[in-house]
């Protein structure tokens, strides 16, 4: 019984890497193909902008919503003479200034990101290239 478990245990060991092993392994693809890879990519990052610009905006504009509906809530003097409010505007406000402050935050990051990203792909897209001449077709990668 023993001697079963330890072939079975071993077999399983020596099986685990191939198991493992990426199937894709060996696989070339196209200096086409891998140029439009990057392109895509590229434009994924073009997105990953302009969703930070779209909260960059968010953001800015919240956090001057939030301090305008604070400011414009109805406060009074208590019996114990503390300036106060109840109203429901001033705690929006309270609401949305730290959330406007995360929106920019966030933006910010993904903007930043996305920029730099998006012009690394585009610029490895540019690097590739394929020439058709009259003795065939040469590919010219630029370093």
Not at 79 to 84: C, L, M, P
């Amino acid at each position: 019984m023993v001697h079963k478990m330890k072939k079975l245990i071993t077999f399983f060991v020596i099986l685990l890497p191939f198991l493992l092993v990426n199937t894709s392994f060996g696989q070339q693809i196209s200096p086409e193909q891998q140029a439009i890879e990057y392109r895509v990519k590229a434009m994924k990052y073009d997105n990953l902008k302009g969703t930070g610009t779209t909260l960059m905006i968010v953001g800015g504009i919240s956090f001057f919503s939030g301090i305008g509906l604070m400011a414009s809530s109805e406060w009074y003097t208590d019996a114990y003479g503390y300036r106060t409010t109840d109203d429901p505007r001033f705690f929006y406000g309270l609401i949305l200034v730290p959330a406007s402050i995360i929106f920019s935050a966030a933006g910010t990051v993904f903007h930043i990101i996305g920029r730099k990203k998006s012009g690394v792909y585009m610029e490895k897209a540019k690097n590739i290239s394929v020439q058709a001449t009259a003795n065939g077709i040469g590919i010219s990668l630029k370093f």
